[in-house]
């Protein structure tokens, strides 16, 4: 099976700052990748889908690249609302997400 | 508009079996791809399973042979029917729909989710 690692695990951030989230596959996936936004007790939601299209509905300040094995999810200006997880999925074999990597409040 | 809201979670003993159900509204089940995935609690996402459009299913390796998946078009509805249920089934299952390309496919619409306890 395909394995997804994401980093980092965790990570603190203050309103309006740029962050960045790697997602990492251990073969080639071209770019079969896509990203979820999960808060706490509710259901996952699509951000991302084929590595850097926008899920309709999505602010634009949340942004996606890559292709092949190295990916990232990037929110331009942080948000109130966009303390959550972050969970990176490929769909190239199966379907496997990464670990997780959770936005906290700095 | 889509929704999904899944039922059938509950306490169940080791061994036991559950059928949780996913009614669907604003599209047909029968026309997409639907999946169950599962969370364990403080842990990540699993898929566990996919029903396709023209009926073929798929299993992760982990429920293979203990789970089935189907849908009821009458009811426009989705299932999953767990078997010999153990301890680490233990998770939220949400049911989604798949939307599917060439080689690959993603999880458009979830459903809030249905907590499974297997415990004695």
């Known amino acids: 099976d395909i394995q997804m690692t994401q980093s980092p695990s965790s990570l603190s951030a203050s309103v309006g700052d740029r962050v960045t989230i790697t997602c990492r596959a251990s073969?080639?996936?071209?770019?079969?990748l896509n990203w979820y936004q999960q808060k706490p007790g509710t259901a996952p939601k699509l951000l991302i889908y084929?590595?850097?299209s926008l899920q309709s509905g999505v602010p634009s300040r949340f942004s996606g690249s890559g292709s092949g094995t190295d990916f990232t999810l990037t929110i331009s200006s942080l948000q109130p609302e966009d303390f959550a997880t972050y969970y990176c999925?490929?769909?190239?074999?199966?379907?496997?997400f990464g670990q997780g990597t959770k936005v906290e409040i700095k | 508009e889509v929704q999904l809201v899944e039922t059938g979670g509950g306490l169940i003993q080791p061994g036991w079996s559950q059928r949780l159900s996913c009614a669907a509204s604003?599209?047909?089940?029968?026309?997409?791809?639907m999946t169950w995935v599962r969370q364990a609690p403080g842990k990540g996402l699993e898929w566990v399973s996919v029903?396709?459009?023209?009926?073929?299913?798929y299993y992760a390796d982990s429920v293979k042979g203990r789970f089935t998946i189907s849908r009821d078009n009458s009811k426009n509805t989705l299932y999953l029917q767990m078997n010999s249920l153990r301890a680490e089934d233990t998770a939220v299952y949400y049911c989604?729909?798949?939307?599917?390309?060439?080689?690959?496919?993603?999880?458009?619409?979830w459903g809030q989710g249905t907590l499974v306890t297997v415990s004695s």
């Open positions: 604003g599209f047909l089940v029968s026309s997409y791809y």
């Open positions: 029903l396709y459009t023209d009926g073929y299913t």
């Open positions: 999925q490929q769909s190239h074999s199966k379907r496997t």
């Open positions: 084929l590595a850097s």
């Open positions: 989604a729909r798949l939307i599917v390309g060439s080689g690959w496919d993603y999880f458009d619409y």
């Open positions: 073969q080639n996936i071209n770019n079969h």
